[in-house]
């Protein structure tokens, strides 16, 4: 299910995968923007049942633009850096896809059916996002590097699987902003949605623990390929968003200086 808030009123459930309840959604509500953000967006899930995973990420997803196209609102539709094959980084906005698993092959159909249904629809490319879990939410990546790092454990990062990582915060303020705003940058419908440099997930996580005070010996730093996935992940998927940054006027954080304000509010 998929928590959907209407300002002033308060959230209402919708089933992600029920594209026949998307129609029924929107005719009710009449809003003047949708933003969809909801999707199984953990590879190796969608590797291994591509069915029932397509039917959230592809069919959902198809059924909320044309319902939101008919309904005359703006469309925003969260894709991810994930449909690059990471050969030919960095990714400038609408640079041809080329994605290795079946995740990424579900959010190229998806950013072509969000396209093709018309109305007022941008599809934003998000890279790697950070930060904490909402209470009542999955945990983050954070949330159990936090429980692991809290305990002792040891944490085990990649120090060749680059992206472009975005606080969870600084991605919303350029959602909202490009929500307020009338007509689009450069006219372009298909825009990265990332931070200002690319760090490896051993970077991140060091910049976590220089926030939250943790010992950085508890990294085991290794190379993904002594990890391998259900579903194949590509090493470099960094992102050009200079283009979303300059029309919105803001600049999403560094990744240290983000860590350091996601500490103060922890």
């Known amino acids: 299910m998929t928590a959907v808030v209407r300002p002033g009123k308060g959230p209402v459930a919708w089933d992600a ?15 003047a923007l949708v933003v969809h953000a909801a999707a199984k967006s953990k590879p190796d899930p969608c590797e291994e049942d591509p069915a029932g995973t397509r039917a959230v990420n592809v069919a959902g997803t198809e059924a909320l633009a044309a319902a939101a196209a008919r309904a005359g609102a703006r469309f925003v539709f969260f894709s991810s850096d994930l449909v690059h094959d990471g050969r030919a980084a960095p990714y400038d906005d609408g640079a041809r896809p080329a994605p290795l698993s079946e995740y990424g092959r579900q959010k190229v159909d998806a950013e072509a059916a969000v396209l093709a249904a018309g109305g007022d629809p941008v599809v934003l490319r998000l890279a790697l996002c950070y930060g904490f879990a909402p209470p009542g939410a999955l945990p983050t990546f954070n949330d159990r590097m936090r429980a692991d790092l809290a305990a002792g454990r040891r944490v085990r990062v990649f120090t060749d699987q680059r992206r472009t990582a975005i606080w969870a915060e600084d991605a919303a303020e350029l959602v909202a902003r490009l929500a307020a705003r009338p007509g689009l940058p450069d006219g372009r419908r298909l825009l990265n949605l990332c931070g200002p440099e690319s760090p490896t997930r051993a970077e991140l996580a060091e910049a976590f623990c220089a926030a939250f005070g943790f010992n950085p010996a508890l990294l085991d730093r290794v190379e993904a390929a002594v990890a391998p996935a259900k579903a194949p992940r590509p090493l470099d998927v960094s992102l050009i968003g200079v283009r979303l940054h300059a029309w919105t006027g803001f600049v999403p954080s560094a990744v240290r200086e983000a860590m350091a304000r996601l500490a103060l509010r922890a």
């Open 17 to 31: 995968g029920d594209a026949p309840g998307a129609a029924r959604l929107v005719a009710e509500h009449r809003p």
